[in-house]
């Protein structure tokens, strides 16, 4: 697993912002512009185009999800597959291997283009009419991918988009391609790939009979700032500030409808606008996580 994964991997952060608003922050997992689910395992089915194109776009695909740590994945490309998309359904034929697991994303990988622009640059001289820079040829790359991507039930989740990237100027052919290829696998890799984001949540310190609780939370530990929370609402069960707060901390350990009805509670005894706000990015966590189980 990566260390910029691991880092991310840490279920919350606390602190107490400065000045006098306490607030909680958590990393939230979010899904990818396209959300593939629950699934975790990537595996390359089939590839077409130029046999060298195709062998450093697997490779570079590899590499950069292996980098990121989310998913694994797997080169399947040479078992003999056959992938053919209809509309929005892929069926996937033949092959030695073992059939796509339920939790497995297959993709097919067309190289479309692999290509340059070529540009002679000529020599450049000053006023004197001497030489300042000799002529130079550069190139600019340019890669098209179109990739589909299916479940073990035929759904696609990218049914032959294209991933297009353009490289720099570079000093050979090679280079140039090779950079437009990243770029490209790049733009794919972020499109299908779940992030994990900071998120912020403001805390109610207006009630001094829970600053401590709040000590505790600032601490790190939710459990116990949770069980003293629970016993402040047993004798103050109307206090706007400790259901809030309770919402608040059941919101950071990833409980999203409990933290609903008890944003919805504290909401009704409050005028606080920010208690509003708080709650709508609770559904929102709620939301991103029911698609991530699909």
Known sequence: MSRRLQSLLVPVAFALAAGCVPTIRVNVLQPAPVNMGAAKQLSIVETTGRRSAREETVQELIRQVRGDGYFTVTDRS??????????????ATGGKGQPQAPNEIGLKIDILEWSSDKKEIPPQYDSKGNQTQAAQTLFAG???????????????????????????????????????????????????????????????????????????????????????????????????????????????????????????KAISNSTKDYYVQMKTECSQRLADEQAMKQ
């Open 78 to 91: 040479e078992e003999g597959i056959t992938v053919k998309v209809a509309g929005q359904t892929a069926t």
């Open 142 to 264: 340019k890669v098209l991918l179109g990739v589909t991507a299916f479940n073990a039930a035929g759904k696609t989740f990218l049914a032959e988009k294209e991933f297009k990237a353009v490289s720099a100027e570079q000093k050979t052919e090679e280079q140039a391609i090779g950079a437009a290829m990243r770029n490209a696998v790049g733009t794919l890799v972020v499109a299908i790939t779940p992030k994990y984001v900071q998120k912020t949540i403001r805390m109610d310190g207006d009630d001094e009979g829970q600053k401590q609780i709040l000590e505790v939370a600032k601490g790190g530990n939710l459990d116990q700032a949770g069980t003293e929370l629970k016993s402040y609402l047993e004798k103050n069960p109307s206090n706007p500030a400790a259901l809030y707060n309770m919402a608040v901390i059941l919101d950071a350990q990833g409980k999203y409808q409990e933290a609903l009805d008890l944003y919805t």
